[in-house]
T-cell receptor, first 112, second 112 residues
Framework: GNSVTQMEGPVTLSEEAFLTINCTYT??????LFWYVQYPGEGLQLLLK?????DKGSNKGFEATYRKETTSFHLEKGSVQVSDSAVYFC???????????FGTGTRLTIIP | NAGVTQTPKFQVLKTGQSMTLQCAQD?????MSWYRQDPGMGLRLIHY???????DQGEVPNGYNVSRSTTEDFPLRLLSAAPSQTSVYFC???????????FGPGTRLTVL
């Protein structure tokens, strides 16, 4: 079956530090990969996505590249801000099927 | 567009009580789903629907009922609440065949 393994948290960084949150997956078929973000007290919002191998998703300074050879979709940001403090979820979906498989989430805290 | 709305935002129940969590969307999405979010567990799918009159079980359906009489609404019923159902519940929707899901703000439920 499909599964997503996500870097354990919590992660605490200083402002302007470089961020990496690891995500690896196992899947049958042709998965699309997503990063969702959940700000305190809110629902999940789509942060970025990639639908095929070697695609790079990007949004708000975050990037992730779909690596089929390593079955990974790591989230990166060059310089984090306090406003990036949130829980980040990696997720996998298979083409033609609406269901998503989520990782356990990584809580990120940025200190000034 | 209001997107996906959920009511109530917070709820406290006693063991054995019943209640309905409301979810509505105004994007004409065919697919709707309910997740629960628990610490260290990520999001787990409870029930889903691919259209009015069609529902199916997800990963953790026990203790929950759903119905889908209209495209817009997808209520989740707890028939006899148990402390194990203390969680944050999210409703999500998407177009058929599309993985990108739109989430509501969530309902935080405590069962005493």
């Amino acid at each position: 079956g499909n599964s997503v393994t996500q870097m354990e948290g919590p992660v605490t960084l200083s402002e302007e530090a470089f961020l990496t949150i690891n995500c690896t997956y196992t899947a049958t078929g042709y998965p699309s990969l997503f990063w969702y973000v959940q700000y305190p007290g809110e629902g999940l919002q789509l942060l970025l996505k990639a639908t095929k191998a070697d695609d790079k998703g990007s949004n708000k300074g975050f990037e992730a590249t779909y690596r089929k050879e390593t079955t990974s979709f790591h989230l990166e940001k060059g310089s984090v801000q306090v406003s990036d403090s949130a829980v980040y979820f990696c997720a996998l979906g298979v083409f033609g099927n609406e269901k998503l498989t989520f990782g356990t989430g990584t809580r990120l805290t940025i200190i000034p | 567009n209001a997107g996906v709305t959920q009511t109530p935002k917070f709820q406290v129940l006693k063991t054995g009580q019943s209640m309905t969590l409301q979810c509505a969307q105004d994007m004409n999405h065919e697919y709707m789903s309910w997740y629960r979010q628990d610490p260290g567990m990520g999001l787990r799918l409870i029930h889903y629907s691919v259209g009015a009159g069609i529902t199916d079980q997800g990963e953790v359906p026990n203790g929950y009922n759903v119905s889908r009489s209209t495209t817009e609404d997808f209520p989740l019923r707890l028939l006899s609440a148990a402390p194990s159902q203390t969680s944050v519940y999210f409703c999500a929707s998407s177009w058929r065949g599309r993985n990108e899901q739109f989430f509501g703000p969530g309902t935080r439920l405590t069962v005493l």
